[in-house]
């Protein structure tokens, strides 16, 4: 197999523990979880009326979900924990640690700086994912 295919191979199809890889692919999760995210925060706000930090933990929620799910089979491969509903739990207990910081974070952004808080969520996802990515590959995941 030519190089070129065989890296596009590793990076979006075989099993990997590299964190390089990882991190390409958590980045594309993180994207389709922060498009959900995103969207949903945007729309429980703008269209519902739904104070921005309820809609942020309701949209924050949602892309856990998303990014849980894609991220099981796709990007970490075999959990440490033998048990799904462990794996699921311990995901969540990062998630909710994520979303602590999101709020946190959309918070003092659009409070206490004046951003709007669709920018302050740009800026808060950019070090979640950070957060969320480290968290997982270090406690959960042994590749």
Known sequence: MPMGK????RLLVSDTDSWFFQM???AIVGGAS???DYG???????????YYLLSATASFTAGL???????????FGQSKLTSRTAEFVVYGIIGVAGLLL????LYLFTDHL???YMLSKLIAAAI???WNFAGRKIILFRH
Do not use: C, D, K, Q
């Open 24 to 26: 390409f692919r958590y």
């Open 65 to 75: 979900l998303v990014n849980y799910l894609i991220s099981i089979r796709w990007v």
């Open 102 to 105: 999101n709020n946190l974070l």
């Open 6 to 9: 065989r890296l596009i191979y």
């Open 40 to 50: 949903l925060l945007y729309i429980l706000t703008e269209f519902f009326g739904v």
């Open 114 to 116: 004046h951003l709007h």
């Open 128 to 130: 979640v994912l950070a």
């Open 34 to 36: 922060f498009a959900v």
